[in-house]
């Protein structure tokens, strides 16, 4: 069956980095546009970055552009989201996200499969 799980979050001060990954399991890593979003309490999930298939692309949200990167290894089926700079903004579940070969990277309704989440906090 499909997997993802993140890890990497915690609890970290204002300024700090993170790298949160991303381990997949159970598809053909390489064929798919993977995603990372979060979502704060009280608020909707929201996009974040995303990377194509072949690592080529990549596309971030206006708040985290020049802070975080993304970037994939299709030989050990992994994502990673590079956070640097991290602010109270920032605290959230981040989820990864799996779709097949679209390139509409902002659109959770696009992913077809998601990991649980890992809690990223974030203190000022």
């Known amino acids: 069956q499909v997997q993802l799980v993140e890890s990497g979050g915690g609890l970290v001060q204002a300024g700090a980095s993170l790298r949160l990954s991303c381990a997949v399991s159970?598809?053909?890593?390489?064929?798919?546009?993977m995603g990372w979003f979060r979502q704060a309490p009280g608020k909707e999930r929201e996009f974040v970055a995303g990377?194509?298939?072949?690592?080529?692309?990549?596309r971030f949200a206006d708040s985290v552009k020049g802070r975080f990167t993304i970037s994939r290894d299709n030989a050990e089926n992994t994502v990673n989201l590079h956070m640097n700079s991290l602010n109270a903004e920032d605290t959230a579940v981040y989820y990864c996200?799996?779709?097949?070969?679209?390139?509409?990277?902002?659109?959770?309704?696009?992913?077809?499969?998601w990991g649980q989440g890992t809690q990223v906090t974030v203190s000022s």
């Open positions: 990377i194509s298939w072949s690592g080529s692309t990549t």
């Open positions: 159970g598809l053909t890593f390489s064929r798919y546009t």
């Open positions: 996200a799996a779709d097949l070969q679209s390139l509409q990277f902002s659109v959770p309704s696009r992913y077809e499969f």
